[in-house]
């Protein structure tokens, strides 16, 4: 049986993991039975990283070693830095990446080592460059990364509707807003999805909106 392919929304604010099993999506839980992993990440000196929901909890408390809303800066040659380290986005969210494929070891009690991982639209090849980078560092063979509001429409159903269409798909995240105009396309049978606009910000999401309240 070949090996099942991780499914990651690797986001601003938040991130999940998942695969598809017999043609159904299925979002692995930690052992919290949450299924959404915050972004963040808190390094020390002499242990592991922590990420996720302990991460956040730890950066009221330790903020100058405690990293989010890292894709915000991925492709950039932005570093983080606590103590007398640096850390590229990269780095971080490679930790992140390892985080959550351990969560999808550990719940399904199976080893993964290739993954699809979604980007914005709008990411330049720098950025999607990076994203594959971090894939990468944490050891993991990055198939293919996908534009989010591709998925999206994949997610909803597009997909199987008769003929073409021109959708309008708005990613209002965490971190990031963003809307794309997709075309799809039916040929032969299969579906084809191409991005034939799209514009964002990478610093307007939820989080600003929290700012500003």
């Known amino acids: ?69 890292v894709k915000r800066k991925i492709g950039s040659k932005d570093t983080f830095q606590f103590d ?25 009690d199976e080893k993964f080592s290739k993954a699809v991982i979604t980007v914005p639209a709008y990411f330049n090849d720098s950025q999607r460059q990076a994203t594959k980078d971090a894939g990468k560092i944490a050891g993991l063979e990055v198939k293919r990364i996908i534009n989010e509001p591709t998925a999206a429409a994949l997610a909803y159903g597009l997909d199987k509707h008769k003929g073409d269409s021109v959708v309008a798909v708005y990613d209002l995240g965490g971190g990031t807003f963003d809307i794309s105009i997709i075309e799809i396309s039916e040929v032969d049978g299969e579906h084809q999805f191409e991005v034939l606009s799209t514009n964002g910000d990478t610093f307007l999401g939820g989080e600003d909106f929290d700012l500003k309240l």
């Open 1 to 69: 049986m070949s090996e099942k392919i991780l499914g990651i929304d690797l986001g601003t604010t938040n991130s999940l993991v998942g695969v598809v099993d017999s043609g159904f999506p299925i979002l692995f839980a930690d052992k919290n039975g949450s299924r959404i992993t915050p972004s963040v990440v808190s390094y020390s000196n002499n242990d592991e990283p922590i990420v996720g929901e302990a991460a956040r909890r730890v950066m009221s408390i330790s903020p100058e070693s405690t990293f989010a809303s």
């Open 84 to 108: 007398d380290k640096e850390l590229t986005p990269e780095q971080v969210s490679a930790d992140i990446l390892i985080h959550l494929r351990k969560i999808a070891e550990e719940a399904s």
